[in-house]
């Protein structure tokens, strides 16, 4: 059984930084060979990618929102992906979901519906 463990979460000031670690584990899962992918869903508003990293973390993507402020990367060795945030916004406060594509596309993929493994989600709060 596959399970992704999100950590890192919290509420912070405006202009702040925070760092998302997203850990896997599963005896079966390669996470060497999935894309992986951050996610972020507010209050009422429906989720949305926040950023993707390919395989090999050679190829990324970011949301045009927070291009410029999140760096998303991963630790194949230790089966972690990370996104660290900076010059956070209180428009930034949602819960932070990373999630698994096993299809290891060069580039990773921006749709939800693709993504079949998911983590509980980490609340991130930011104050103005």
């Known amino acids: 059984q596959v399970q992704l463990a999100e950590s890192g979460g919290g509420l912070v000031q405006a202009g702040g930084s925070l760092r998302l670690s997203c850990a896997a584990s599963g005896r079966t899962f390669s996470f060497s060979t999935y894309n992986m992918a951050w996610f972020r869903q507010a209050p009422g508003k429906e989720r949305e990618v926040v950023a993707a990293i390919n395989w090999s973390g050679s190829s990324t993507y970011y949301a045009d929102s927070v291009k410029g402020r999140f760096t998303i990367s991963r630790d194949n060795a230790k089966k972690t992906v990370y996104l660290q945030m900076n010059s956070l916004k209180p428009e930034d406060t949602a819960v932070y979901y990373c999630?698994?594509?096993?299809?290891?596309?060069?580039?990773?993929?921006?749709?939800?519906?693709?993504?079949?493994?998911w983590g509980q989600g980490t609340q991130v709060t930011v104050s103005s």
């Open positions: 999630a698994a594509d096993p299809q290891g596309f060069n580039t990773p993929r921006r749709g939800s519906n693709w993504y079949i493994y």
